[in-house]
């Protein structure tokens, strides 16, 4: 069975911190995803890298980073919280587009 | 612009009927179609999938049928049963560009005892 961990399962910051996400897969899964579930908007991609040290934006990018080193690990960045980021973070990872993504249980992020 | 639409956001149901959730996309380069099922607190969980060479794919009591000029699709559960009750989502993929999934704005189904 896969298994895509999620370091955190709820986390609560301040506005202006610096905030890690932390994602690893088992599966050595090439493609690794990092959504944001907001209720009404359903799930919307941020970043999602193919291969190791490669990234691409998605269609909310904007105030988030990510980074990944190793194939097993994605890591979401927020350079600067605020409020508007508070939500429910979704990492997620697959080895070929025609294959279901395989999703962890979420991270609830509020930004204080 | 909503590339993947899901036009009701709730959905009530006896238990023992059917479910039938819908799903309407705009993209005709979309090839791959799926359905995921997402209990509170917890991560989506992948249901089951549809390629557009198919019309329709089974798996218990989930049936997936995808009607390729109207660009539209469907899920339905039989019978329902209350674990059932969950929010739905479904999303597509064009496989032969990018890795990205493009969702729904799901479904919540409640299934009534």
């Not at chain 1, 069975?1 to 690893?24: A, H, I, M, N, P």
């Not at chain 2, 149901?13 to 209990?39: H, P």
């Not at chain 2, 329902?80 to 999934?101: I, L, N, R």
Request: positive net charge; glycine residues 6%.
């Amino acid at each position: 069975d896969v298994k895509v961990t999620q370091s955190s399962r709820y986390l609560v910051k301040r506005t202006g911190e610096k905030v890690f996400l932390e994602c690893v897969q088992d599966m050595d899964h090439e493609n690794m995803f990092w959504y944001r579930q907001d209720p009404g908007l359903g799930l919307r991609l941020i970043y999602f890298s193919y291969d190791v040290k490669m990234k691409e934006k998605g269609d909310i990018p904007e105030g988030y980073s990510v980074s990944r080193e190793k194939k097993e690990r994605f890591s979401l960045i927020l350079e600067s919280a605020s409020t508007n980021q508070t939500s429910m973070y979704l990492c997620a990872s697959h080895r070929h587009s025609n294959q279901p993504q395989h999703f962890g249980d979420g991270t609830r992020l509020s930004i204080l | 612009d909503q590339q993947v639409k899901q036009n009701s956001p709730s959905l009530s149901v006896q238990e023992g009927r059917i479910s039938i959730l819908n799903c309407d996309y705009t993209n005709s380069m979309f090839d791959y179609f799926l359905w995921y099922k997402k209990y509170p607190a917890e991560g989506p969980t992948f249901l089951i999938s549809i390629s557009s060479i198919k019309d329709k794919n089974e798996d218990g009591r989930f049936t997936v049928f995808l009607n390729k000029s109207a660009k539209h699709l469907s899920l339905h559960i039989v019978p329902s049963q209350p674990g059932d009750s969950a929010v739905y989502f479904c999303a597509a993929s064009d496989t032969s560009g990018t890795y990205k999934y493009i969702f729904g704005t799901g479904t919540r189904l409640k299934v009534l005892a």
